[in-house]
């Protein structure tokens, strides 16, 4: 008898709550029909390729949903409002959020819920569908962001309550979902409860306006374009299938079933890297033993009123509680009762399924271990399988990639290589090339054309010839120096080639020299005169011949007329490198070496090494200067003078 009356009683009860018109939720409940779920064959034969997942940034975040890939770097949303991004070192740092701060899974109304993002690599720019606060464009560099799309106004009659995913085409126009027209997440029990209201809507960067491409889907989830762009596919997860909308072609405007009866709900859905397919992931899968629970009572609209009824007459009474006393327990009870958390645990089985782009599923992977609650989405990332849990999963799965993602994921990464290493290339070779060029410029600089050059070389030769004639090459020389403008051409080939064209550089300005030896001290006394006083021993003599050849330096500094502005004295150095003054000395240094060897001058060079010791030994014998002699080093040359402490 007492089971009699109980039963009565619940009868009396669901008949209350069925019959009793004006009750929450407000919305419909009708028979919606539902293909029959596929076998178990083939590609979708049940197997343990997700298992024993590796559990990466440990602690560090909190119910990762989506991913996106980023100059190498992870970037995934985050149960907590965030969008973050991890690197192959484990460092995770805050990218971007759009809602408030908040303390927990628990007020994600007020954190905000990014379900669905893309980035725009050239641009640098992120598009974020965020469940509670719209549609949003974040600008990487600046972190500036722009709403495109806000849950307060409405859309062809309807405001989106719950904005899930969405893909950008070139045009910068975005694909977006609104899962439901009648509830947000934090109550998504109930949109899996009651009629269809979600829909595949378009934002135009042009109208700045969207517009709906589909409607009345049965919680509308993830969204792919395909590689050319002339259809998407999009995700409708009570249905377990995946739609496809025309974009362009003879069937634009049209939508037809891309693939039904999958094993699993769909969530995410992601193209290929290397176009070859879509990537599927399947929230909760099922098999043999595992019925969906969806699909049992979507053909028995009363049940699923009761339900949904029932459900929220309970969290009703918590939710005024929590209004007039706010506690985190009130608002764990409301969050139980409505989310799709409270329905985890219906399911232990999720999975992947891989399809070609004609709705041919190719291969499917299914995690039966636990080691992840439910896979929201999928990448591979440092040889990794990377699968994300929306909800408590404080980690990132980590499993051994299968060979057929392997093969679609890796293409792209090689052609990232490729490219890569042609832009590094092409660079390297113009420094080459602007190397090789900087040669012949030297050599060009004093001379516009080829043809002086080689009047250069003859004239070098001719002057080498007449050492012993000295009056008449003199004038000859005197009169094409300016006109061949060798100065400049004389030093910079000195850094280039050792010995020869120091020979045959120094000919042309010191052609001087080869006819008489106060004519060969000229370029000594510039050059000593301008960077080393102490070597003038000859200054003396070339002084007067200075004086004497005054026209000769007016052409030179017309000649050389940039460093004339930086120092007027230094003109030749300047011309060449105001920085490296002391390699060109030595340069020089070299010049008259070779130039006393030809004219047989000996005592410089014994001279010469006298002097380095002397300077050298300078320091030691400072700590008895009583015993040895000073030494001074006067323009005459050095001379020994008397130490008077002596």
Same mark, same amino acid.
């Given at each position: ?23 929450? *939720? ?141 893909a950008v085409d070139k045009k910068g126009g975005v694909y977006w979902t609104d899962s439901s027209s009648d ?68 069937? !634009? ?268 001290? !000229? ?9 080393? *006083? ?113």
């Amino acid at each position: 008898m007492a089971n009699s009356t109980g039963k009565e009683t619940n009868f009396v009860v669901m008949r209350i709550i069925l019959l009793i018109p004006n009750l929450p *939720p407000y919305t419909k409940f009708s028979k919606i029909p539902i293909a029959p779920t596929k076998d178990h064959i083939g590609a979708l034969e049940p197997n343990s390729a997700l298992n024993n997942a590796a559990q990466l940034y440990e602690g560090k975040i909190q119910g990762p949903e989506v991913f996106q890939i980023l100059n190498g770097e992870l970037y995934t949303s985050l149960g907590t409002g965030e969008i973050v991004k991890c690197s192959s070192g484990g460092h995770v740092t805050f990218v971007t959020k759009l809602g408030q701060p908040c303390t927990g899974l628990t007020q994600e109304h007020i954190c905000g819920r990014p379900l669905g993002f893309s980035i725009d690599e050239n641009k640098h720019l992120m598009y974020v569908a965020d469940a509670y606060y719209g549609i949003w464009r974040v600008d990487l560099k600046t972190d500036k962001k722009q709403a495109l799309v806000t849950p307060d106004v409405p859309i062809e009659g309807k405001k989106p309550k719950l904005f899930n995913s969405v893909a950008v085409d070139k045009k910068g126009g975005v694909y977006w979902t609104d899962s439901s027209s009648d509830f947000p997440l934090k109550d998504g029990v109930f949109i899996g409860l009651s009629d269809p209201s979600g829909r595949l809507l378009y934002y135009s960067p042009e109208t700045k306006k969207s517009k709906v491409l589909f409607d009345n889907m049965w919680f509308a989830n993830g969204v792919a374009l395909s590689p050319d762009e002339s259809f998407v596919v999009v995700a409708e997860t009570m249905q377990y299938r995946i739609l496809k909308y025309y974009i362009s072609g003879p069937k !634009k405007g049209k939508t037809e079933v891309f693939v039904d009866g999958l094993p699993g709900t769909p969530d995410n859905i992601r193209a290929l890297p290397d176009g070859s397919g879509l990537q599927i992931a399947l929230y909760s899968a099922s098999d043999d033993k595992t019925p969906l629970i969806a699909k049992t009572v979507s053909d028995i609209p009363p049940l699923r009123k009761f339900i949904a009824r029932a459900a929220r007459l309970i969290e009703m009474p918590f939710e005024f509680l929590n209004t007039q006393f706010p506690h985190y327990i009130f608002e764990e009870i409301i969050y139980f009762i409505g989310n799709f958390a409270s329905l985890s645990g219906l399911s232990d089985i999720s999975g992947l399924v891989v399809t070609d782009w004609n709705g041919n599923i190719i291969a499917s992977y299914y995690n039966t271990d636990k080691s992840v609650a439910h896979i929201s989405d999928a990448i591979v990332y440092n040889n990794k399988l990377l699968l994300g849990s929306p909800h408590s999963q404080n980690f990132i799965a980590a499993v051994e990639v299968p060979s057929l993602l392997k093969q679609a994921y890796t293409p792209s990464v090689k052609q990232n290589v490729h490219q890569k290493t042609e832009q590094i290339q092409k660079p390297k070779a113009q420094a080459r090339e602007t190397t090789t060029t900087d040669k012949p410029t030297t050599t060009q600089k004093p001379v516009t054309t080829n043809k002086p050059e080689q009047k250069v070389n003859t004239e070098a030769s001719i002057t080498q010839k007449p050492v012993a004639k000295p009056t008449t090459p003199e004038q000859k020389v005197v009169t094409e120096k300016p006109t061949t403008e060798k100065p400049k051409t004389t030093k910079p080939e000195q850094k280039k080639v050792t010995k020869k064209p120091a020979n045959e550089i120094p000919s042309t300005p010191e052609q001087k020299i080869t006819t008489e030896k106060p004519t060969t001290q !000229k370029p000594i006394t510039k050059t000593s005169s301008t960077e080393h *006083p102490h070597k003038s021993t000859p200054a003396s003599q070339p002084q007067k011949v200075q004086s004497s050849e005054a026209p000769k330096p007016k052409i030179k500094p017309n000649i050389v007329k940039e460093p004339e502005a930086n120092l007027k004295q230094k003109s030749k150095p300047s011309s060449e490198d105001n920085k490296p003054t002391s390699k060109p000395v030595k340069s020089e240094n070299v010049k008259v070496k070779n130039e006393q060897i030809n004219n047989k001058e000996a005592p410089p060079k014994k001279d010469i090494p006298k002097h380095i010791p002397i300077e050298e030994e300078i320091v030691s014998d400072t700590l008895k200067p009583s015993k040895d002699k000073l030494k001074v080093i006067k323009k005459s040359g050095p001379e020994e003078i008397p130490n008077p402490r002596i």
